[in-house]
């Protein structure tokens, strides 16, 4: 399925079936995660670490359970990321985050 981003641009959209009990809760969920992404790098910019660990491991453990594996896994990888100090591969996995968000669009079934 194509879309568009903000700037009109066609953009390839990832396609997650998610419970149709959990419509109401999956938008704040993404926008949570959206937010998390802006923390992330006000975090980074601060060298916190551990507080970018600590956003990492609530993605990790929260993706899979409104059907987001991606965000599982991109979290697993941010925390693990985060444990080494290495704020440029924070930085990279908040672009997958963020990549990924742009294009994921929710059908409820």
Not at 25 to 49: A, H, V
Not at 62 to 74: A, M
Request: overall charge negative; hydrophobic content about 40%.
């Amino acid at each position: 399925m194509i879309g568009h981003d903000q700037t009109g641009i066609p953009v390839e959209k990832i396609l997650i079936t998610a419970d149709s009990e959990l419509a109401d809760l999956i938008p704040d969920y993404l926008d949570c995660c959206r937010e998390y992404c802006r923390e992330i790098k006000m975090l980074q910019l601060n060298s916190d670490f551990e507080g970018i660990r600590s956003c990492a491991h609530g993605m990790k453990g929260s993706g899979g359970l409104y059907g987001f594996q991606k965000i599982t896994e991109i979290g697993a990888l941010m925390e693990i990321t985060a444990k080494t100090g290495n704020g440029e591969g924070v930085l990279q996995h908040v672009a997958e985050l963020e990549w990924y968000l742009a294009r994921v669009e929710v059908v409820y079934a």
